[in-house]
C-alpha cells in the first residue's frame, strides 16, 4: 500500500481525531457548565468561611469586653490604692530606721473576709493579669480577622498587661520578704540596707504598675471601651485592700483623675 492509500482519515490533525460526537459546540457547553459549577463552588465555600469568620470574630469582641471591664476596674484598683501602699511602705522604712538593735516588729493583718487569710504586714493589689480571651483568638487565628485598630488597640493592652504581671510578680516576691519585719529581728547594718533596699524596690514597682496602669486605663477611656463609673465604684467597694485602707485611715486616689488619651495620630 502507498501514502497515496492511506484513508484521509488518518492524516486528520491530531485535535480532530478527539472531536466530541455530540459537537462541539455541546462539548464547549458543557466545559463552561463544569467551570461554572467549581467556581460556585468556590465562591460558596468563600462565603461560607468569611461567615464563619464573621461569627466568630463578632463572639470573640462580645467575649474580649468582659476581659476590658476586668482589666480596667483592676487598674483603677492599682491606681487608687498607690497612696495607701506608700504610706505603707513609709512606716516600715520609720520602723526599721527608727528601731533600736531590736526592730519593733510591724503588726500583722489578715483579712476578715477570706477564710483562712494569709497574713501581711503590707496591702496591696495583687491580682491576675492578662487578656486570656486575646491570647486565645491570638492562638486559634481568629485575632487577624480582626480589624487593624481592633489587632492594634489588643495587642497594645495584652503588652501593658503583661508588663503588670511581671511586676506583680516580683511585688509578690518582695512583699514575702517584708514579711520578716513582723518579728523582732536584731538590725545590724547590713539588716537595715536589705530591708531598706526591699522597701524601696517595692515602692518603684508600686510606681511602675500605678503608671502602666493609668496608661492602660487611659487608652481605654479614649476608646469608648472603659466600663461606667457605677461599675468601677463598685468594684472597689468590693477591694480588700481598698477596705484595709479605709479602715486603717491611709490615704486613697481618686481614679476618676485619670484623662483619655490623646487621639493616636
Given at each position: 500500500?502507498?501514502?497515496?492509500?492511506?484513508?484521509?482519515?488518518?492524516?486528520r490533525?491530531?485535535?480532530?481525531?478527539?472531536?466530541?460526537?455530540?459537537?462541539?459546540?455541546?462539548?464547549?457547553?458543557?466545559?463552561?457548565?463544569v467551570?461554572?459549577?467549581?467556581?460556585?463552588?468556590?465562591?460558596?465555600?468563600?462565603?461560607?468561611e468569611?461567615?464563619?469568620?464573621?461569627?466568630?470574630?463578632?463572639?470573640?469582641?462580645?467575649?474580649?469586653?468582659?476581659?476590658?471591664?476586668?482589666?480596667?476596674?483592676?487598674?483603677?484598683?492599682?491606681?487608687?490604692?498607690?497612696?495607701?501602699?506608700?504610706?505603707?511602705?513609709?512606716?516600715?522604712?520609720?520602723?526599721?530606721?527608727?528601731?533600736?538593735?531590736?526592730?519593733?516588729?510591724?503588726?500583722?493583718?489578715?483579712?476578715?473576709?477570706?477564710?483562712?487569710?494569709?497574713?501581711?504586714?503590707?496591702?496591696?493589689?495583687t491580682?491576675?493579669?492578662?487578656?486570656?480571651?486575646?491570647?486565645?483568638?491570638?492562638?486559634?487565628?481568629?485575632?487577624?480577622?480582626?480589624?487593624?485598630?481592633?489587632?492594634?488597640?489588643?495587642?497594645?493592652?495584652?503588652?501593658?498587661?503583661?508588663?503588670?504581671?511581671?511586676?506583680?510578680?516580683?511585688?509578690?516576691?518582695?512583699?514575702?520578704?517584708?514579711?520578716?519585719?513582723?518579728?523582732?529581728?536584731?538590725l545590724?547594718?547590713?539588716?537595715?540596707?536589705?530591708?531598706?533596699?526591699?522597701?524601696?524596690?517595692?515602692?518603684?514597682?508600686?510606681?511602675?504598675?500605678?503608671?502602666?496602669?493609668?496608661?492602660?486605663?487611659?487608652?481605654?477611656?479614649?476608646?469608648g471601651?472603659?466600663?461606667?463609673?457605677?461599675?468601677?465604684?463598685?468594684?472597689?467597694?468590693?477591694?480588700?485592700?481598698?477596705?484595709?485602707?479605709?479602715?486603717?485611715?491611709?490615704?486613697?486616689?481618686?481614679?476618676?483623675?485619670?484623662?483619655?488619651?490623646?487621639?493616636?495620630?
Open positions: 500500500m502507498t501514502d497515496t492509500d492511506v484513508p484521509a482519515s488518518a492524516h490533525p491530531r485535535w480532530r481525531r478527539f472531536s466530541p460526537s455530540m459537537g462541539w459546540r455541546a462539548f464547549w457547553s458543557e466545559i463552561v457548565i467551570v461554572l459549577g467549581v467556581a460556585i463552588a468556590l465562591a460558596a465555600n468563600q462565603l461560607a468569611d461567615w464563619s469568620w464573621r461569627n466568630k470574630v463578632a463572639d470573640g469582641q462580645a467575649r474580649l469586653l468582659g476581659d476590658t471591664e476586668r482589666l480596667f476596674v483592676r487598674s483603677a484598683e492599682h491606681y487608687a490604692a498607690l497612696p495607701c501602699v506608700y504610706a505603707q511602705l513609709d512606716e516600715l522604712a520609720r520602723r526599721v530606721v527608727d528601731s533600736s538593735d531590736t526592730l519593733a516588729p510591724a503588726p500583722l493583718h489578715a483579712d476578715p473576709a477570706i477564710l483562712s487569710s494569709p497574713t501581711f504586714v503590707l496591702r496591696m493589689p491580682r491576675p493579669w492578662g487578656l486570656p480571651t486575646w491570647d486565645a483568638l491570638v492562638a486559634n487565628g481568629t485575632a487577624t480577622h480582626f480589624s487593624q485598630p481592633w489587632q492594634d488597640r489588643y495587642a497594645q493592652l495584652n503588652d501593658g498587661a503583661a508588663q503588670i504581671r511581671d511586676y506583680r510578680m516580683e511585688s509578690n516576691r518582695l512583699i514575702g520578704r517584708l514579711a520578716v519585719l513582723s518579728y523582732p529581728i536584731p545590724d547594718a547590713s539588716t537595715r540596707r536589705d530591708s531598706l533596699v526591699d522597701i524601696e524596690l517595692l515602692r518603684r514597682l508600686a510606681g511602675s504598675t500605678m503608671v502602666t496602669s493609668s496608661q492602660l486605663m487611659a487608652f481605654m477611656l479614649r476608646d471601651i472603659a466600663p461606667g463609673a457605677p461599675a468601677v465604684d463598685a468594684y472597689l467597694q468590693a477591694s480588700g485592700t481598698v477596705r484595709f485602707c479605709k479602715e486603717q485611715g491611709l490615704p486613697l486616689a481618686d481614679w476618676r483623675a485619670v484623662a483619655p488619651a490623646p487621639p493616636a495620630r
